[in-house]
């Protein structure tokens, strides 16, 4: 037997159970991972909440739970490819990364990803990556950010937002984050000029930067989004996340599966060179996962949350 974290409800993370499951195995072209270390994201818990996001993805209940996983490789079906028993790796799986194990088709298929980790990237860190770090990548991609733009990052302290200001500042771009007041000096060690978000948004922006924006990005809702169309930035220089496939005033939806195929190698070289970083704010064992996910969704939290796991019975 194995554990995996199920929920057989939409809810708040009191529907969230660590239950004994079967043990999966790696059948024809897949690959099966023993996880090590699970990061949550904002997705994870709007999926289990809310029966009409989950149908966007595809999920009806009873459902697994989490995407960004990392781990070791530790069985290789017949006709798998690209990977050994050994290697480390990190990936994306819907609905089942919060798991002992975690079974994985090679080549990738739409909803799934996998990569090698390279030594010098610890497993809690790699677990954070391909959820946050693919979608800053696009993020940014859409507004074509370069040096000399002064861009505006919507949601700055939170999980993509950490990845986006410092890929921001790499591409030589001045960035202007908002965020709540206690997030400031957690923004300006990664080289972001915190403003806070709320009513009058658009006022404290023209004083910070009397010059102007010429880009934004916007990580939670759509108010930075609205705010840089009111500044005047034109709507192709200005993306979203989080405001479904068609955002306001034509500015640019963006997503983690629209990045590059190369952003993943991007994010890690940059990450060994240490010109970016990536702050994990708590790590729970996974029998506490409802704590976990509680700390996560009250949006308070200064970088990443991860899921540790220990070998259960096996």
């Not at 480390?88 to 298929?109: C, I, N, Q, S, Y």
């Not at 950010?145 to 993509?160: E, F, P």
């Not at 922006?205 to 930075?224: K, Y």
């Not at 976990?292 to 969704?297: E, G, I």
């Amino acid at each position: 037997m194995s554990r995996a974290v199920v929920y057989e409800a939409f809810g708040g993370p009191e529907v969230l159970e660590l239950r004994e499951a079967p043990e999966p195995h790696a059948g024809p072209d897949e690959v099966r991972v023993r996880v090590t270390a699970a990061g949550l994201n904002p997705m994870d818990w709007g999926i289990a909440s809310q029966p009409e996001a989950a149908a966007r993805f595809g999920i009806s209940v009873p459902s697994g739970f989490g995407y960004d996983f990392a781990g070791v490789v530790d069985e290789v079906g017949a006709g798998a490819t690209g990977f050994a028993v050994g290697d480390r790796v990190h990936g994306g799986a819907l609905g089942r990364a919060v798991a002992d194990f975690v079974v994985v088709k090679t080549p990738m298929e739409a909803a799934e990803w996998l990569w090698r980790t390279p030594e010098g990237i610890s497993e809690e860190v790699a677990a954070t990556l391909p959820v946050a770090g693919l979608t800053a990548v696009a993020a940014l991609a859409a507004i074509g950010l370069g040096s000399g733009d002064t861009v505006l990052v919507g949601g700055a302290a939170g999980g993509v937002g950490v990845f986006a200001v410092q890929l921001a500042k790499l591409a030589g771009a001045r960035v202007i984050g908002t965020a709540a007041q206690g997030t400031f000096e957690f923004l300006r060690r990664f080289g972001a000029e915190p403003v806070a978000y709320g009513p009058g948004l658009a006022d404290r922006v023209r004083t910070l930067a009397p010059e102007g924006v010429t880009a934004a990005t916007d990580l939670f809702g759509t108010e930075t989004a609205e705010t840089a169309l009111a500044l005047g930035v034109p709507p192709e220089r200005i993306s979203t996340i989080a405001a479904g496939p068609h955002p306001p005033g034509g500015v640019r939806a963006a997503g983690g599966f629209d990045a590059s195929p190369d952003a993943m190698t991007q994010i890690c070289d940059a990450l060994l060179a240490g010109t970016i970083t990536v702050p994990i704010a708590a790590t729970f064992p996974i029998e506490e996962i409802r704590d976990a996910v509680t700390l996560q969704a009250g949006r308070h939290v200064h970088g990443k949350v991860v899921i540790t796991l220990r070998p259960g019975p096996h």
